[in-house]
């Protein structure tokens, strides 16, 4: 499908990121600036950053996928999944972050309870990091395949081996840089397609008219807030309990590949600034991912699979040979690699400081630490790439995501939250909450089909396991000892501040 | 046994509730949580700020965020 300009475009585009990797390769001297970009990130780039990580190549086939069979609520994930998670984020729980010069979110837990939660807290972290790797890498080769017919494994090598390069080279510096550059190709390349699309469908009014005339079951596609007994995954009670309370705060509070952003802020008001940001473009997603399912409904009624809809409309939309096909191809390709770096970045940081540091070799030279992130970061890409087709085997991509992360993200943010806000949550509270909050996590999921009334019920599962991690870890906490106030100090929201207002 | 605590994991208890009311609980979220956001202290907000300018506040980046939301929801 690509012709004549296109190849121009998308060559430029692959050429241009991985010079500006090997660029960023003169700043990189020590561990730090590998990790944390020398702390020296402005807010801007940092905030343009985790809203192109947290969406990808397969959010466009994913989430218009959704869009395609349950409308607009999907949405959700996007909008209120988001903000007032980055809100709290950015008022509570990154300053704190930050002025601790963490490098890692386990690091956190390991200071604020112990060394076990520390390191399962890192495991669980990698091992979803690997997995999602493989995830990202076949939803982004089936996209490749649909529009132009490439071989799968053709589209991950070259994706790569691209990735690999820059981050290699350059580190969250480059990470965090081509980010910035991935987004304005991604916002642009996305654009073009919703711009054309709407105008082939009516406009707003067409589109809504048209579907909603398409039958009862269509009557709910343009409402964000669906019953409790909808047959959607996104029930309001889902969407409240699960999404806005545990998993958009887990996510944006909890994972690393988010934080870790944060951490390398220049200032701690860029660092706070970073999130609201972030927030406020998030909200430009949805129009981005979303529509062209909607749109798809029209142009291409009765699909059987909702994730062969985004592909179709590309193939039918753009003009082949003017380049517009090579920027939305560019755009694919940015925001997979936008997802991917992140991820192999993050994963580096959290196998060198939380476990190669901790437990391979304590005491190593700066300059050994840098080399061993670098060769995590290789081993790792190995392993996403080897991996991929694995993910095949479940339904919707994106609910494959997110099924993986109700499975840990609801007890990890359960003693976050606990270790920030409650001074008496102890080492052993922590450590019973997360592993009892897993355990929670993994029986709802394999009991699923007898204790849930909905087809996939990850945001009820996130929901509970966090409460149980809450309530376990409160009451393990109230038998046990907890740590002197003193090792407390920055680790709990305004704990020295109480103490000198009391004196 | 099994059936009551289906109710529960399922939230049934709030089947009853219609689908306006509940789209007023999140938008008295948003309010809310506008709020706590104006209740955050000013020396917090500009900590590491170059410069103590209005524009550096980030309450008001907040409740940019906030009323943009709040139409979103507030329309669909």
Request: glycine share 10%; with cysteine.
């Amino acid at each position: 499908m690509l012709g004549g300009l296109d190849y121009i475009v998308v060559i430029a585009y692959l050429a241009g990121i991985m010079l500006l990797g090997l660029y960023f390769k003169r700043y990189v001297h020590s561990s730090q600036d590998y990790f944390l970009a020398g702390k020296s990130l402005p807010f801007w780039a940092i905030g343009m950053s985790i809203v192109v990580s947290d969406i990808g190549a397969q959010d466009f086939v994913g989430v218009s996928g959704q869009a395609y069979r349950f409308g607009i609520s999907v949405g959700n994930f996007d909008w209120i999944g988001s903000v007032p998670a980055m809100l709290l984020g950015a008022f509570i729980f990154i300053p704190y972050f930050w002025k601790a010069g963490l490098y890692t979110i386990p690091e956190y837990l390991g200071r604020r309870y112990n060394d076990y939660v520390r390191t399962l807290a890192a495991v669980t972290w990698i091992v979803f990091f690997a997995f999602n790797l493989g995830i990202i890498f076949w939803a982004s080769a089936k996209l490749l395949n649909t529009l132009m017919g490439w071989p799968y494994w053709q589209s991950i090598i070259i994706t790569a081996v691209v990735v690999g390069f820059y981050t290699f080279c350059g580190g969250l510096t480059a990470v965090v840089l081509t980010d910035v550059i991935q987004m304005v190709i991604m916002f642009v390349g996305g654009a073009v397609i919703v711009i054309l699309g709407l105008y082939r469908v009516g406009g707003w009014d067409g589109l809504v008219d048209k579907i909603t005339a398409q039958g009862a079951s269509f009557q709910d596609y343009f409402k964000l807030i669906q019953p409790t007994d909808t047959k959607t995954p996104f029930p309001w009670t889902g969407i409240l309990f699960g999404l806005t309370f545990v998993m958009a705060n887990a996510y944006m509070i909890g994972n690393q590949a988010i934080v870790q952003r944060c951490l390398a802020a220049k200032s701690e008001w860029d660092a706070k600034a970073s999130m609201i940001w972030g927030a406020f473009l998030k909200m430009f997603i949805p129009v981005l991912v979303l529509f062209p399912g909607l749109i798809a409904i029209v142009l291409h009624p009765g699909l059987e699979d909702g994730d062969s809809a985004f592909p179709l409309l590309v193939r039918e939309l753009l003009p082949a040979g003017w380049g517009i096909v090579g920027l939305m191809f560019a755009a694919l390709l940015a925001g997979l690699m936008s997802s991917i770096d992140s991820m192999l970045n993050s994963t580096a940081t959290l196998w060198t400081k939380d476990i190669y540091e901790k437990y391979i070799r304590k005491d190593a030279s700066d300059r050994h630490y840098l080399v061993v992130g670098r060769i995590a970061t290789i081993v790792l890409l190995i392993f996403g790439v080897m991996t991929s087709p694995v993910s095949q085997y479940f339904e919707g991509i994106y609910v494959a995501i997110q099924t993986f992360l109700s499975f840990f993200q609801g007890p990890v943010f359960s003693i976050l939250m606990l270790g920030i806000f409650w001074r008496r949550a102890t080492q052993w509270g922590g450590l019973f909450g997360l592993v009892g909050g897993i355990t929670v996590s993994f029986l709802l999921y394999v009991f699923k089909g007898y204790l849930f009334t909905i087809e996939d019920p990850f945001l009820y599962v996130s929901w509970w396991s966090f409460l149980a991690g809450l309530v376990i870890a409160t009451v393990v906490s109230l038998f046990t000892q907890p740590h002197p106030e003193e090792r407390l100090y920055g680790l709990v929201y305004r704990l020295a501040e109480r103490r000198q207002n009391v004196a | 046994m099994l059936k009551a605590i289906r109710y529960v994991l399922n939230f049934e208890w709030l089947a009853g509730l219609s689908i306006g009311a509940a789209k007023n609980v999140f938008l008295i979220l948003f309010v809310l949580i506008g709020i706590l956001v104006l209740l955050v202290p000013n020396d917090y907000i500009y900590q590491g700020a170059k410069k103590r300018k209005w524009w550096f506040n980030l309450k008001l980046w907040a409740l940019g965020d906030l009323a943009f939301i709040f139409i979103t929801y507030y329309i669909f």
